[in-house]
């Protein structure tokens, strides 16, 4: 059988990016144009900025994935576009190039869930250290954490999601970014929290956790609240050995709980395997925490594929491509869409 090619193209943040996948799993090329020094001097992401940055970007960018794959568009079988949840003007930016290309080249359009493509980033064929093998069994835990959404959802097969639990006020890594802000570090607050958490002692600070007992919820803006009044204590940004304390203490809560959270759902459902997935799953104390807390294996995309990318996005597309979904030319952008 010939191989799927798939254009895709994500754009529902501040990453404009396309890729091209072959049968849901090769990477041929994988282009991400960040714009995080665009943003990062409004300490977060600034959405009318971000849907100009796209406009700008987006035909150099799929023209660099289409350059790399080595291929024509007459080579693609499918164009993906990430259609939600995100911010509006960012997604329309993307679904529309993806709508001229199909429309000019007659290909089909297939729609994409940018949660459920944080999921497929574990079907990309890579070699690193914590990927997925070829092969996976359902039904399987997946954990969802990024800047917008903190999700434990349990996935009986291709497609089919139960959601058991998500976060009542911020995200994980909304949580990162807010408290990487009141330390003084750039965003995002994520990696540069990571980085000052080095050497720093985790169990400095005693910062609350959330644990919502009985229920799979997720809880952060207390913790967020504590880590403000500890820094308000010392009047200036914190420095030295009290910044590294700090964020190692502030990141083992976090870390802590969502760990736990996921290793209680992996075993009440018996699941062959965790998936850590979306950008705080880049977060080596998360990934080693939830290694030694679940009693299945625990998985993680390499860095680059964690946080916002369009191999993923190509990847979940390949299976919608398979079971012959297509979207309509009036396919709309929705940004509080969601897995289930
Ligand atoms: O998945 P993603 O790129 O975009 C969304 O869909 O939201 O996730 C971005 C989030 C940011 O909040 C960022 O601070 C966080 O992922 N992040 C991390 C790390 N790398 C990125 N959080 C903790 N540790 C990291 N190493
Ligand atoms: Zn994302």
């Not at 041929?28 to 665009?38: K, M, P």
């Not at 576009?81 to 960012?90: D, E």
Request: net charge negative.
């Amino acid at each position: 059988m010939a191989a799927i090619r798939i254009l895709a193209i994500e754009t529902s943040c501040d990453e404009t990016a396309a890729a091209v996948i072959e049968d849901g799993r090769r990477i041929l090329s994988n282009v991400v144009a960040s714009q995080i020094e665009l943003h990062a001097r409004y300490g977060g992401v600034f959405p009318e900025i971000a849907s100009r940055a796209h406009v700008e970007a987006i035909v150099p960018v799929i023209e660099q994935a289409m350059r790399e794959a080595h291929l024509g568009f007459d080579d693609l079988d499918g164009v993906a576009v990430t259609y939600g949840p995100g911010l509006a003007g960012s997604l329309l930016v993307g679904v529309n190039a993806a709508k001229g290309l199909a429309l000019g080249r007659n290909l089909p359009l297939v729609g994409v869930n940018h949660l459920e493509a944080h999921i497929y980033a574990h079907w990309l064929e890579v070699e690193a250290e914590g990927a997925a093998p070829a092969r996976l069994a359902f039904p399987l835990l997946v954990l969802i954490v990024s800047g917008g959404h903190t999700e434990l959802a349990l996935m009986r097969g291709h497609g089919q999601y139960e959601y058991l639990g998500g976060t009542l006020d911020d995200a994980a890594g909304e949580a990162f970014d807010k408290v990487g802000r009141l330390l003084g570090l750039p965003y995002p607050g994520g990696p540069a929290i990571q980085q000052a958490a080095r050497g720093g002692n985790p169990a400095a600070l005693r910062f609350p956790r959330s644990w919502l007992e009985g229920s799979l919820d997720f809880s952060f803006s207390g913790l967020k609240t504590a880590a403000l009044r500890e820094i308000e204590k010392h009047g200036a940004p914190p420095q030295g050995r009290l910044l590294a304390d700090l964020a190692a203490s502030f990141q083992a809560a976090v870390v802590d709980v969502l760990s736990a959270k996921a290793a209680q759902a992996a075993e009440k459902f018996g699941v062959t395997a965790v998936l850590l997935c979306g950008g705080v799953s880049a977060n080596q104390a998360l990934r080693a925490a939830a290694a030694e807390r679940a009693s299945v294996p625990v998985y993680y995309p390499p860095p680059v594929l964690c946080t916002d990318n369009a191999a993923m996005a190509g990847a979940c597309a390949y299976q919608h491509f398979i079971a012959g979904r297509r979207a309509g030319w009036d396919l709309d952008v929705v940004p509080g869409l969601r897995l289930v």
